[in-house]
């Protein structure tokens, strides 16, 4: 089964504020596939994770990763944006924006959002483990009860 993808994104006086984010949650973050825009992308590789980068986002990047969500392969974007700068690709920075309303995937566009989806993910992560283990305890009991053990 194919990880779940997020998309990272971060204009650029954000790109620290955005991996830094990334290494406070690790941990969480290596059971899904990271894609990000090119510059951002480099910056998250050279933190040490492992990511797919597409165009920077004034080249087209933000388009792609908006095509990946119009066609439902991404999870959640992260996208730390910079409103008082000035960026020649607004208009593709809001159809990603616009994309991910339509499509219903969470966006987080600061880090105090992105740390309510972190921690969303977290609890998900924790009931799948709780199920996974009530599975195996169920079937564990199955086996005691037929006599199996």
């Excluded at 095509?67 to 700068?85: N, T």
Aim: net charge positive.
């Amino acid at each position: 089964m194919e990880k779940r993808k997020i998309a990272i994104i971060a204009h650029d006086g954000k790109k620290a504020e955005i991996v830094t984010f990334l290494n406070q949650n690790k941990g969480l973050l290596q059971h899904f596939k990271l894609i990000a825009t090119g510059t951002t992308g480099k910056h998250v590789q050279d933190a040490g994770f492992i990511v797919k980068k597409y165009k920077s986002g004034p080249l087209g990047g933000d388009a792609q990763i908006g095509s990946l969500v119009s066609e439902g392969k991404v999870a959640m974007v992260f996208f730390f944006r910079d409103p008082l700068g000035k960026h020649p690709h607004e208009p593709d920075v809001q159809m990603l924006m616009r994309l991910c309303d339509v499509h219903n995937i969470p966006l987080a566009t600061n880090p105090a959002t992105a740390n309510h989806l972190i921690k969303g993910l977290a609890l998900a992560k924790q009931r799948e483990i709780k199920s996974a283990s009530s599975t195996f305890l169920t079937k564990l009991e199955k086996r005691v009860l037929i006599g199996e053990l």
